[in-house]
């Protein structure tokens, strides 16, 4: 079946750290997106690619990068300079043109 | 800038009740809008998704409309079930030209209870 992995389904990062969430998708969709969901806050954009070797910041990419090398394949990493990087983070999919969004089953990130 | 509003934030009801979860969004200029589902500690799962010259899609017990000149859309649930109980969010894909049109505009979600 096709969809969206997400690894892993749970993070542990220490202060300091650097850390790399895995988004891949067998969809042969064009577009991949991140976003950040907070208690209250809703989801917010942080970064999306629409081509592969090309991205653009969100929202809230302070932090963050990504990297598009191969269409099926979108990481996030976030990086120390992430203040509060503790979230649930969603990756997501889609063809192009009108066609809607297709979601990963998320990776809860902690920092400890 | 687009701003999406659901109300009510949370709903409890019987089960075998219909009911109708509200969506309201700031700016008409739209290319679509998506209903989806999420479980707790889980990603989101499409329900339906809305054109913007469309006025309503139904799957199964599922029918969401769309009134983009009111800046409205609602999801209606028929004969509620238990396992229903989820968050659900709309989000808005906005229509303009400018680069922005490829993020989507979430509301805050409604939390349902069904109860048996």
């Known amino acids: 079946d096709g969809g969206i992995t997400q690894s892993p389904k749970y993070l542990f990062r220490k202060e300091g750290q650097n850390v790399t969430l895995s988004c891949e998708q067998n969809l042969n969709h064009d577009a991949m997106y991140w976003y950040r969901q907070d208690p209250g806050q809703g989801l917010r954009l942080i970064y999306y690619s629409q081509i592969v070797n090309d991205f653009q910041k969100g929202d809230i990419a302070e932090g963050y990068s990504v990297s598009r090398e191969k269409k099926e394949s979108f990481p996030l990493t976030v990086t120390s300079a992430q203040k509060n990087p503790t979230a649930f983070y969603l990756c997501a999919s889609r063809r192009g043109g009108l066609a809607g969004y297709t979601f990963g089953s998320g990776t809860r990130l902690t920092v400890v | 800038k687009q701003e999406v509003t659901q109300i009510p934030a949370a709903l409890s009801v019987p089960e075998g009740e219909n009911l109708v979860l509200n969506c309201s969004f700031t700016?008409?200029?739209?290319?679509?809008l998506q209903w989806f589902r999420q479980d707790p500690g889980k990603g989101l799962t499409s329900l339906l998704l809305?054109?913007?010259?469309?006025r309503e899609q139904t799957s199964g017990r599922l029918n969401a409309s769309l009134d983009k000149s009111s800046g409205r859309s609602t999801l209606y649930i028929a004969a509620s079930q238990p396992g229903d109980s989820a968050t659900y969010l709309c989000a808005v894909r906005p229509g303009d030209s400018g680069g922005s049109n490829y993020k989507l505009t979430f509301g805050k979600g409604t939390l349902l209870t069904v109860n048996p």
């Open positions: 809305i054109q913007s010259s469309q």
């Open positions: 700016d008409s200029a739209i290319y679509n």
